[in-house]
């Protein structure tokens, strides 16, 4: 009897987790103790180690965190979450689904959640409902209209048919890679896909990190894959703050430079003093935020972590706005230390007027002969 051998190719599916990272501004700074106090919420863990080292990565001051409710999108699929709240003001909501298909079913996805759905406006009402709990936590807080907002797409593949390494997995699905980083449908072309797939970090051959300036695609094991998700979570808080400081410094900017158009004149300086220490009470404000924003992570001896973080940071634009907010605080600085000059010099004048109009009247008295 004769026997044939098949050949069956078995369907390639990719196993993993879908993340929404949502953020919002929604206060000058949030105190962690009372807040925990106000939620019963446990200390974050630390994020596990990329790799067995001396090192590790650590928050300076661990933000609180509790579950969050679930997101229900009209299409049905239901969204299981947390809340992180940040020292310096920022709230975070990451989201999950757990996803297994095939390429086509994650590049469409991410495609519909990228472009058509409103993850922003959809979370929003979660956050709100949660501040009313944790509003005796928040200094200075911000009007819901004024929040400003972040949100990021993170797909964490954790196996693929037939394992492939990193190298292997570029190679052959570079192209589906990028439309699921962009989140588009369309065959992108060989030099948008060389563009996003260069901005990419591995340390073994088993995983890799390709990251885009809206969506993340890692493949990794779900440990090495919490460490990444926080970094990218904390670089875009980054950039949320640095964004709500320079709208601070331009909208500071401008009412100097307003009051710079006003009549000149004797008066104006003075009336500058009090805004030269406006501004400057701001600046230190803006400084001191800056610094505790940009010091709120630390890495030591994790060298991986430090080059990951730099990566997500530079793809979302945090050194763009952080040169943004250094511009406007050297500005600032000046603008300080002019309207100072021009008020000591304001009231050297002023005092040796007054110098010269007593002297003068003493003259008038003596020569009438009536000094004092």
């Given at each position: 009897?004769?026997?044939?051998?098949?050949?069956?190719?078995?369907?390639?599916?990719?196993?993993?987790?879908?993340?929404?990272?949502?953020?919002y501004?929604?206060?000058?700074?949030?105190?962690?103790?009372?807040?925990?106090?106000?939620?019963?919420?446990?200390?974050?863990?630390?994020?596990?180690?990329?790799?067995?080292?001396?090192?590790?990565?650590?928050?300076?001051?661990?933000?609180?965190?509790?579950?969050?409710?679930?997101?229900?999108?009209?299409?049905?699929?239901?969204?299981q979450?947390?809340?992180?709240?940040?020292?310096?003001?920022?709230?975070?909501?990451?989201?999950?689904?757990?996803?297994?298909?095939?390429?086509?079913?994650?590049?469409?996805?991410?495609?519909?959640?990228?472009?058509?759905?409103?993850?922003a406006?959809?979370?929003?009402?979660?956050?709100?409902?949660?501040?009313?709990?944790?509003?005796?936590?928040?200094?200075?807080?911000?009007?819901?209209?004024?929040?400003?907002?972040?949100?990021?797409?993170?797909?964490h593949?954790?196996?693929?048919?037939?394992?492939?390494?990193?190298?292997?997995?570029?190679?052959?699905?570079?192209?589906?890679i990028?439309?699921?980083?962009?989140?588009?449908?369309?065959?992108?072309?060989?030099?948008?896909?060389?563009?996003?797939?260069?901005?990419?970090?591995?340390?073994?051959?088993?995983d890799?990190?390709?990251?885009?300036?809206?969506?993340?695609?890692?493949?990794?094991?779900?440990?090495?894959?919490?460490?990444?998700?926080?970094?990218?979570e904390?670089?875009?808080?980054?950039?949320?703050?640095?964004?709500?400081?320079?709208?601070?410094?331009?909208e500071?900017?401008?009412?100097?430079?307003?009051s710079?158009?006003?009549?000149?004149?004797?008066?104006?300086?003075?009336?500058?003093?009090?805004?030269?220490?406006?501004?400057?009470?701001?600046?230190?404000?803006?400084?001191?935020?800056?610094?505790?924003?940009?010091?709120?992570?630390?890495?030591?001896?994790?060298?991986?972590?430090a080059?990951?973080?730099?990566?997500?940071?530079?793809?979302?634009?945090?050194?763009?706005?952080?040169?943004?907010?250094?511009?406007?605080?050297?500005?600032?600085?000046?603008?300080?230390?002019?309207?100072?000059?021009?008020?000591?010099?304001?009231?050297?004048?002023?005092?040796?007027?007054?110098?010269?109009?007593?002297?003068?009247?003493?003259l008038?008295?003596?020569?009438?002969?009536?000094?004092?």
């Amino acid at each position: 009897m004769a026997s044939s051998s098949h050949l069956v190719h078995e369907p390639e599916v990719l196993t993993g987790t879908i993340y929404v990272l949502l953020q919002y501004d929604v206060s000058e700074e949030i105190r962690l103790d009372r807040l925990r106090e106000l939620l019963s919420a446990p200390r974050l863990q630390q994020p596990a180690l990329k790799h067995p080292a001396p090192g590790y990565i650590r928050y300076e001051r661990p933000p609180v965190v509790e579950p969050s409710e679930p997101l229900v999108l009209d299409s049905g699929e239901k969204l299981q979450g947390i809340i992180k709240y940040y020292d310096y003001g920022v709230v975070s909501v990451l989201l999950q689904l757990p996803f297994s298909g095939s390429w086509e079913d994650l590049i469409a996805l991410t495609s519909r959640w990228g472009w058509e759905i409103d993850f922003a406006a959809h979370s929003s009402g979660i956050v709100r409902r949660r501040l009313e709990v944790a509003a005796p936590a928040l200094v200075k807080p911000h009007t819901s209209a004024d929040w400003l907002s972040e949100d990021y797409l993170i797909i964490h593949i954790r196996h693929l048919t037939g394992t492939p390494t990193a190298p292997e997995l570029i190679t052959t699905r570079g192209p589906r890679i990028a439309q699921v980083v962009r989140g588009d449908t369309q065959t992108l072309s060989v030099h948008e896909c060389q563009e996003i797939l260069q901005s990419s970090i591995s340390y073994y051959p088993t995983d890799i990190s390709i990251i885009g300036w809206n969506a993340a695609f890692l493949y990794d094991t779900p440990s090495g894959a919490e460490a990444a998700i926080q970094l990218l979570e904390y670089a875009n808080s980054q950039l949320l703050e640095f964004r709500h400081y320079d709208g601070v410094l331009t909208e500071v900017l401008a009412s100097v430079y307003d009051s710079f158009e006003q009549r000149p004149g004797f008066f104006a300086r003075w009336h500058r003093a009090s805004s030269a220490n406006r501004l400057h009470t701001v600046l230190l404000d803006v400084m001191e935020l800056t610094e505790h924003a940009d010091n709120a992570i630390k890495f030591l001896s994790d060298m991986f972590a430090a080059r990951l973080y730099r990566l997500a940071a530079a793809k979302v634009g945090v050194p763009d706005y952080k040169d943004l907010v250094n511009q406007k605080i050297n500005t600032a600085e000046d603008l300080y230390r002019f309207m100072v000059d021009q008020f000591n010099q304001s009231r050297a004048f002023f005092l040796e007027s007054a110098v010269v109009i007593i002297l003068v009247i003493e003259l008038i008295y003596l020569f009438r002969g009536k000094g004092f």
